[in-house]
């Protein structure tokens, strides 16, 4: 969406200008913001430093936001707190550049949204629970048990796997 790819561009051509150590830090505070193809954001706050070194402009980002999650034990949909932290230098040349590959677009403008999809991905874990202890759904009726009780439950009055285990 072009709104979010202007949102989350930075207009950095200027701090190539400057001298060494000069810096300048982008805010952030978005209510909302999709990155193609798949991750949507909400409540992205934080800052992102970008400095002017010898090489090149150097970026440290501290952001955090919300995404939506799916809890793998009660498949009830949540807001997942997301943070992150990363660096990357964006190089003058190709003498310059680091493992990333990252070049300085020509046009002075960063796009930070491909960065962002990678780095907040990696801070979605592979089973996302709702809660620490999310006592799940009953696998006998379905219930959510973080929001109710079933007779599954109460009817050996000691929990599931008792009254499992009690069964003929
Ligand atoms: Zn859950
Ligand atoms: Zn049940």
New binding site residues.
Partial sequence: MSDTHSLLRLNVGFIVHQGIGYYRDFDFNLPQVTIEPDLSLTALTGVVRVSRTPQGLLLEAKLQANTPAE?V??L?M?TLPLQTDFSELYAFDKRSVTDSGLILPENGYINLAPLLRDFMILEIPIRP???PD?K?LCPECGTNL?LSSCEHLLSNGSGHFDSLQSLP
């Fill in positions: 809890c034990r009660c009830e949540f629970l709702c809660q999310c799940g973080n």
